[in-house]
């Protein structure tokens, strides 16, 4: 090797643009380097996905070994050599002089025009190989100058090539040429290629992207990896000085989409060419919840989400917030329409279904690239959970629309209309319901004349399936699942791994596929539908799902049981309704379908006049039995018609159950009941708590005692014991499909256990919104909930003759114990506490505070009086801090770190550290319902510190 240069400026060169522009995920450190490494110095090289060729001494570049087209394009890029220049720069000769034979031999190799490979110059291959060049003069100019001309030579020849629109591509392939002809402007010194590439990036970037900051190659792994390239991009383009603001903005919008699409099990749902992907690489806090099952980051807004200018709808039932793992919440995705996207596949319409763990409904993923019939088999209608219609033209072109879009607390309804076959019309009527977690699916097949239709719904390696009279019950890892079809029977076949018909397949990796089971249903006429349910079971799904009769063809009742909730659906014209009764109010005009009848309460004056109406109604009930009710239901008809339909009713539906026991108490019944009745003998039925007074200063038996507040009426169920303890507990969320409140959790484990009377209160919070499933105890903003409850507590600890009060709760319910236990002079024990709910995740805090306080952003706008409501710390700065007992998990990150911690660094400050007690418990990641056993040791312990702390005083 020669000299080193000595002035580079001397060069026709930028070396310094060189070393700035290389710069990404391949031009940098790789994970497996030294193997890389190790490889090349053997003369052997991994082009992944394929096996390890060895290229020897004389390379042979006009060489296929696997038959690829993937593999060549790699091969020619010569970015697989870089961790030799790497190496070189690091101050390996040996691996410089490898690194010049094997670029000197292809450019040596390229000169003489020899061979017939396409992907020499192949668009994208010729943008890396140019970087790759360019990366590599820095050291070359250093340690051996001699070979500089030839590179640069090279070098130009890519410059010009690039340079050349007859030689681009599209999409992400252009994009690529365009940043390696930026790389090779700015390191040749050539302001009019920069320029063009400047130019072009930026067009390229408006035409790839959506106003929601969506690209539309129609993949969801290509959506991240346009993503990290475009980043990529910008930051060479922000390197030189060119301004790239706006286009950071657009990417940081589109984000929201990657976090929407992830499944419950952390990577994209397979939409389009995308494998086994994980969202990772891009620094979000929305993309570390999801990628941590909810145990770090920060949880996004919605659950659900439609992308209409790119075509995708997203839906889940949670993301893990409320105690329920977050790998079990169901999730849907859908894509819709065009069918002729870049990396898509002719899916628009398609299901995409996961619920408790499993993938029940799956898209056929990646199977690899090229014009195989197997890939092209990938692509297509048939394996994919869609319509597909024999011997009618398909245009991928046609749009398929959505409409008719709507979502309430119990459930997700929308329509897609299909016109892509010729002189057909296909309406898929889709209903996601949150409550049992079924996804009915009802298509609709309008022809011109008489055609046949195929429905099929793919499932996901594993999942087996087992024919039933009506439907199959389909299992995979101990889970099951019931997909019934309703209606009139179609013909049905099912298919699991066929290579006649190319059926029942799922890509395994890249060229590999697994038998997977695919289930067809096929039809005939001029209109007819398929009616196709799918719902998680727990136990048999043989009565799952069953159709309600009805002698109106044209309705579509549904009753489901999942095993944990049942409920009936109702689909009637264009709405979806929970009763028949419903479709009945509908057809006479009683419940307009689709349109928000809500009460303004965010209004200070409208809240003041509806709370001020219903505790008129609540002290007329206490005057007496007959003559209470009668006014209190005069004063019930003067309520405004909407407060009784709005989700945040600040306890108006509540009140109406009070006053006739049984309904509503409403002359309109399309009102409906949120809770039971307090103003009868008993709750829970025959076998449930007995009711025994209301306002008493008195506890003589076990049952539910009732207490008044403003517009609320708090419900605590009592079990009498003998012992000096009265353990108090709180609930944390619920879940309304599966109770009618009111609840009182734990109540009869923990009596086992206890050292005295045990009292459960149901949170009233809940009793003003019927959407809310958690409530923290807070009341509004005339009840202070948590000293309401302070007070009964105190009253009845003394009744019962208790030397200590013990507060007990998990997660929300934990929160509510410390507030009342530092109120009523007592202890607690709180299982994964929140303890400031301005650090809690927004969302669900703000459906609290606008049910609560009237407005979702009670964080910016906090007024003094109201902080020690919604901060534990705030509350203990007020009265002093009280005994307490966390047991929390280490990896459920979100609630250690910003309200464990927090807790533990207040108590610090306040010199009160002996007060709080954390007990770590490690669960795994996510917000995660402690074990029985932890639970009932820990109030063993609690217990046990509370008799010897009595005795020694």
């Known amino acids: 090797?020669?000299?080193?240069?000595?002035?580079?400026?001397?060069?026709?060169?930028?070396?310094?643009?060189?070393?700035?522009?290389?710069?990404?995920?391949?031009?940098?450190?790789?994970?497996?380097?030294?193997?890389?490494?190790?490889?090349?110095?053997?003369?052997?090289?991994?082009?992944?996905?394929?096996?390890?060729?060895?290229?020897?001494?004389?390379?042979?570049?006009?060489?296929?070994?696997?038959?690829?087209?993937?593999?060549?394009?790699?091969w020619y890029m010569l970015r697989w050599a870089d961790p030799l220049r790497r190496s070189a720069e690091a101050g390996n000769p040996h691996d410089l002089l490898l690194w010049l034979e094997i670029v000197l031999s292809w450019i040596r190799f390229d000169t003489q025009e020899e061979g017939s490979s396409i992907f020499r110059w192949k668009d994208m291959t010729d943008a890396f190989r140019a970087r790759t060049l360019i990366a590599g003069l820095p050291v070359v100019a250093e340690r051996a100058p001699e070979h500089l001309p030839e590179l640069i030579e090279a070098l130009n020849k890519h410059g010009a090539w690039l340079a050349d629109p007859q030689n681009h591509g599209h999409a992400n392939h252009l994009m690529h040429q365009f940043q390696g002809l930026f790389a090779c402007g700015r390191v040749l010194r050539n302001d009019v290629w920069t320029q063009q590439a400047v130019d072009g990036l930026q067009t390229l970037f408006d035409d790839e992207h959506d106003t929601d900051g969506i690209n539309r190659e129609g993949a969801i792994a290509y959506h991240l990896?346009?993503?990290?390239?475009?980043?990529?991009?910008?930051?060479?383009?922000?390197?030189?000085?060119?301004?790239?603001?706006?286009?950071?903005?657009?990417?940081?919008?589109?984000?929201?989409?990657?976090?929407?699409?992830?499944?419950?099990?952390?990577?994209?749902?397979?939409?389009?060419?995308?494998?086994?992907?994980?969202p990772i690489g891009i620094d979000d806090d929305r993309l570390r919840y999801v990628l941590s099952a909810g145990a770090d980051g920060r949880m996004p807004a919605?659950?659900?989400?439609?992308?209409?200018?790119?075509?995708?709808?997203?839906?889940?039932?949670?993301?893990?917030?409320?105690?329920?793992?977050?790998?079990?919440?169901?999730?849907?995705?859908?894509?819709?329409?065009?069918?002729?996207?870049?990396?898509?596949?002719?899916?628009?319409?398609?299901?995409?279904?996961?619920?408790?763990?499993?993938?029940?409904?799956?898209?056929?993923?990646?199977?690899?690239?090229?014009?195989?019939?197997?890939?092209?088999?990938?692509?297509?209608?048939?394996?994919?959970?869609?319509?597909?219609?024999?011997?009618?033209?398909?245009?991928?072109?046609?749009?398929?629309?959505?409409?008719?879009?709507?979502?309430?607390?119990?459930?997700?309804?929308?329509?897609?209309?299909?016109?892509?076959?010729?002189?057909?019309?296909?309406?898929?009527?889709?209903?996601?319901?949150?409550?049992?977690?079924?996804?009915?699916?009802?298509?609709?097949?309008?022809?011109?004349?008489?055609?046949?239709?195929?429905?099929?719904?793919?499932?996901?390696?594993?999942?087996?399936?087992?024919?039933?009279?009506?439907?199959?019950?389909?299992?995979?890892?101990?889970?099951?699942?019931?997909?019934i079809f309703s209606g009139k029977a179609p013909t049905v076949r099912m298919y699991l791994g066929d290579n006649d018909y190319g059926l029942g397949w799922v890509a395994s990796g890249w060229k590999q596929q697994k038998p997977a089971t695919q289930i067809e249903l096929e039809k005939s006429g001029k209109r007819f539908r398929f009616i196709t349910t799918i719902c998680p079971a727990v136990g048999s799904s043989d009565d799952a799902i069953r159709t309600v009769p009805s002698a109106d063809s044209s309705l579509i009742g549904m009753n489901i049981d999942n095993g944990r909730v049942s409920e009936q659906i109702f689909i009637a014209g264009s709405g979806v309704y929970s009763s028949s009764d419903e479709v009945v109010?509908?057809?006479?005009?009683?419940?307009?379908?689709?349109?928000?009848?809500?009460?303004?309460?965010?209004?200070?004056?409208?809240?003041?006049?509806?709370?001020?109406?219903?505790s008129k109604?609540?002290?007329?009930?206490?005057?007496?039995?007959?003559?209470?009710?009668?006014?209190?239901?005069?004063?019930?008809?003067?309520?405004?018609?909407?407060?009784?339909?709005?989700?945040?009713?600040?306890?108006?539906?509540?009140?109406?159950?009070?006053?006739?026991?049984?309904?509503?108490?409403?002359?309109?019944?399309?009102?409906?009941?949120?809770?039971?009745?307090?103003?009868?003998?008993?709750?829970?039925?025959?076998?449930?708590?007995?009711?025994?007074?209301?306002?008493?200063?008195?506890?003589?038996?076990?049952?539910?005692?009732?207490?008044?507040?403003?517009?609320?009426?708090?419900?605590?169920?009592?079990?009498?014991?003998?012992?000096?303890?009265?353990?108090?507990?709180?609930?944390?969320?619920?879940?309304?499909?599966?109770?009618?409140?009111?609840?009182f959790q734990r109540l009869s484990s923990t009596v086992d256990i206890s050292d005295g009377p045990v009292v459960s209160f149901y949170d009233a919070t809940l009793d003003q919104n019927r959407e809310l499933r958690l409530g923290w105890y807070l009341g509004n903003e005339l009840v202070d909930l948590h000293a309401e409850i302070a007070l009964i507590v105190s009253k009845m600890a003394d009744d019962l003759g208790c030397a200590s009060v013990l507060c007990v709760g998990s997660s929300g319910g934990g929160f509510a114990a410390m507030h009342v236990a530092a109120l009523a002079s007592g202890s607690a024990v709180a299982f994964n506490p929140q303890t400031d709910l301005r650090k809690y995740h927004a969302p669900s805090a703000a459906v609290a505070m606008e049910t609560v306080f009237g407005r979702p952003q009670l964080v910016h706008e906090i007024k003094t009086e109201e902080l020690e409501r919604i901060s534990v710390m705030e509350r203990f700065r007020t009265v002093g801090t009280p005994p307490v007992t966390v047991v929390a998990n280490p990896e459920d990150t979100h609630h250690w770190t910003r309200h464990v911690r927090g807790l533990a660094d207040f108590v610090d400050e306040q010199g009160t550290a002996e007060k709080l007690q954390i007990v770590e418990v490690p669960l795994g990641k996510g917000h995660i319902s402690v074990p029985r056993d932890t639970y009932e040791k820990t109030l063993f312990e609690v217990y046990k510190q509370l008799r010897d702390s009595a005795q020694k005083q």
């Open 225 to 278: 990896f346009n993503h990290k390239w475009w980043l990529e991009i910008l930051d060479a383009l922000e390197i030189e000085g060119f301004s790239v603001a706006r286009f950071r903005e657009t990417l940081r919008i589109g984000v929201e989409e990657l976090v929407h699409a992830t499944t419950p099990l952390g990577e994209l749902v397979r939409i389009g060419d995308t494998g086994p992907t994980k």
């Open 1 to 74: 090797m020669s000299d080193a240069v000595t002035d580079p400026s001397t060069l026709p060169i930028d070396l310094e643009a060189a070393r700035r522009q290389t710069l990404g995920g391949k031009f940098t450190s790789i994970g497996n380097e030294q193997n890389a490494l190790e490889e090349l110095r053997q003369r052997t090289v991994t082009l992944p996905p394929h096996a390890t060729y060895t290229f020897g001494d004389d390379i042979d570049w006009d060489v296929d070994p696997f038959q690829e087209t993937n593999w060549c394009a790699q």
């Open 617 to 743: 109604i609540r002290q007329a009930l206490r005057t007496s039995p007959q003559a209470g009710s009668d006014i209190a239901k005069e004063e019930a008809e003067k309520l405004p018609a909407q407060s009784l339909f709005s989700p945040i009713d600040l306890g108006a539906r509540a009140v109406l159950a009070d006053i006739k026991p049984g309904s509503t108490g409403h002359s309109d019944s399309t009102v409906q009941r949120d809770r039971e009745s307090y103003f009868t003998e008993t709750l829970g039925g025959d076998d449930g708590y007995e009711i025994v007074g209301h306002q008493l200063e008195e506890f003589p038996r076990d049952g539910v005692y009732t207490f008044d507040a403003h517009n609320l009426c708090i419900a605590a169920a009592l079990i009498r014991r003998p012992g000096p303890i009265l353990t108090v507990l709180f609930q944390g969320a619920i879940d309304r499909a599966k109770v009618t409140p009111p609840i």
């Open 585 to 614: 109010q509908a057809a006479r005009g009683r419940i307009e379908h689709g349109k928000s009848s809500t009460l303004e309460l965010k209004n200070s004056a409208a809240r003041a006049d509806l709370l001020d109406s219903l």
């Open 302 to 483: 919605s659950r659900v989400k439609a992308y209409n200018a790119s075509g995708y709808l997203y839906a889940r039932s949670g993301w893990g917030e409320f105690e329920r793992n977050f790998e079990d919440e169901t999730f849907l995705a859908v894509p819709y329409g065009r069918s002729d996207k870049v990396h898509g596949h002719k899916d628009a319409g398609s299901l995409v279904y996961f619920s408790r763990g499993i993938n029940w409904l799956a898209d056929p993923g990646k199977f690899g690239y090229g014009k195989e019939p197997v890939v092209k088999r990938y692509l297509s209608r048939e394996t994919h959970n869609l319509v597909t219609i024999r011997g009618r033209k398909f245009d991928a072109s046609v749009r398929v629309e959505l409409k008719d879009f709507e979502q309430d607390a119990d459930r997700l309804t929308f329509v897609l209309v299909d016109l892509s076959y010729e002189g057909v019309r296909i309406e898929r009527r889709v209903v996601l319901s949150f409550n049992t977690d079924a996804l009915i699916i009802v298509d609709t097949i309008m022809a011109d004349k008489q055609v046949t239709a195929k429905q099929r719904w793919l499932t996901d390696i594993g999942v087996t399936a087992k024919q039933l009279k009506r439907g199959f019950e389909l299992n995979s890892e101990g889970k099951t699942a019931a997909l």
